[in-house]
């Protein structure tokens, strides 16, 4: 699979466990999102790396952790999540560093996540 | 502050029928719409933006500052546009910012 792609496409977990979401873009891009998607809200971002150092951080809840060890590998870890974290979370990437026009934002699958 | 309205959660059109998806957005500054589609089991992706006044898959949409709207248009719905579709706003030329997106609308074209 091209593009951007993230694992595991489905988890479920307990809220004592701990788990980390991946995504990975095969793209050089040079910038990457954390998107989450309620079934009842609109999509919300969580989190924006560029060149793996994060710029943005939307109050998110300590529980979820981010990290971005190089420009094409971001992960989500969980830890301690409660059940209304159940979602689908969205990782996205694009081109553009800084500066200049806006470049368009390439989605993943999504993981599906059910925290019991 | 940002914030993008689709006021529509679910449109339903015959086949054949005019389709219209209504977005209107707040923001202070100059702003970018987009267009992002889901069709079932795929991913998110890119359907549209204001700045290419492109027509893809037959939908268009225009960029009317004064209604402060982004809707998108298509004369003759088919059932592979069944979807749900998100409009999405940024601020224009200043590189990387991230996306706001509506609450998205869900058509459903019918045979």
């Known amino acids: 699979e091209t593009g951007v792609t993230q694992t595991p496409r489905h988890l479920v977990m307990g809220m004592t466990n701990k788990k980390s979401l991946k995504c990975e873009q095969h793209l050089g891009h040079n910038a990457m999102y954390w998107y989450k998607q309620s079934a009842k809200k609109p999509l919300e971002l969580m989190f924006v790396?560029?060149?793996?150092?994060?710029?943005e951080n939307n109050s998110v809840p300590s529980r979820f952790s981010p990290e971005c060890p190089n420009s094409s590998h971001l992960f989500l870890h969980l830890h301690t999540l409660q059940p209304e974290d159940s979602a689908l979370y969205l990782c996205a990437s694009s081109p553009r560093l800084a500066g200049g026009r806006i470049d368009t934002q390439y989605f993943g699958p999504g993981t599906r996540l059910t925290v019991l | 502050a940002q914030r993008v309205t689709q006021p529509e959660k679910l449109l339903s059109v015959f086949k054949g029928a005019p389709v219209e998806l209504k977005c209107n957005y707040s923001?202070?500054?100059?702003?970018?719409l987009f267009w992002y589609v889901q069709y079932s089991r795929q991913r998110l992706q890119l359907l549209l933006r204001h700045i290419s006044r492109e027509s893809i898959k037959g939908f268009t949409a225009d960029l009317n500052k004064g209604e402060t709207s982004f809707h998108l248009k298509k004369p003759f719905a088919q059932e592979e546009d069944s979807a749900m579709y998100y409009c999405a706003l940024t601020r224009a030329g200043s590189g990387n910012t991230p996306l706001v997106f509506g609450k998205g609308t869900r058509l459903s074209v019918i045979a």
């Open positions: 790396y560029s060149l793996e150092e994060r710029v």
């Open positions: 923001y202070s500054g100059s702003p970018e």
